[in-house]
């Protein structure tokens, strides 16, 4: 399995998956095009960061983490007010002081790399010192996300138009406590 950074070429293949993906979990509505562009305004900013994972059939999975800044985070749109206010940073007591940052658009093709794109993504906030990590999550998924990863929940909604209105759930965790956790159970 071999993880990179996707370039803009290939931002049409993350699409299709995503679409696929989402798609087959009813997370998004069929379209003629066969892609999901889930937040455009996000990709190709420098904040932004697509890991892809393939094998020797292609593409197999991707993951996005993306820094706060000027454009925002993803979680935003559908929890305004929470993560930011007014352009002010509003997390709970004790993650207002940290570098931010959010991981996203994590698709697979038959669960293949989600293991190593984890992995790649954590390194990658890593390397861009983000102590905090914000992720919005389908609420059957709640209970792994605490137990493998240690993220905590900060807000649910009952209706995500991004998700095409599935519930959703934002997260909010310490990279520290992420990378220990993924580390034990490796």
């Known amino acids: 399995m071999n993880i990179r950074v996707a370039t803009i070429d290939d931002m049409p293949a993350v699409w299709e998956l995503t679409y696929e993906a989402f ?5 998004c509505a069929p379209n003629d095009v066969g892609q999901l562009q889930h937040y455009p305004h996000l990709d190709g900013i420098a904040e932004t960061t697509v890991l892809i994972a393939e094998d ?28 930011r ?8 007591a004790g993650y ?19 293991h190593c794109l984890v992995g790649a993504a954590l390194q990658e906030l890593v390397t861009l010192q ?3 990590v914000v992720i919005v999550v389908h609420p059957g998924q709640v209970s792994f996300y605490e137990r493998r990863l240690g ?29 220990k956790k993924w580390k034990q159970k490796g």
């Open 96 to 114: 207002r002081d940290h570098e931010v940052g959010a991981v996203w658009r994590l698709a697979v093709r038959g669960g293949g790399g989600v």
């Open 23 to 27: 798609l087959k979990r009813g997370l």
């Open 56 to 83: 020797e059939s292609g593409l197999v999975g991707t993951i996005t983490v993306t820094q706060d800044g000027p454009q925002g985070l993803h979680v935003d749109k559908t929890f305004p007010g929470v993560v």
């Open 151 to 179: 993220f905590k929940e900060v807000s649910r909604v009952d209706h995500d138009p991004t998700v095409n209105n599935a519930p959703a759930v934002l997260m909010i965790g310490r990279l520290e406590t992420m990378s």
């Open 130 to 132: 983000l102590s905090v």
């Open 85 to 92: 206010y007014g352009g002010v940073r509003n997390l709970p």
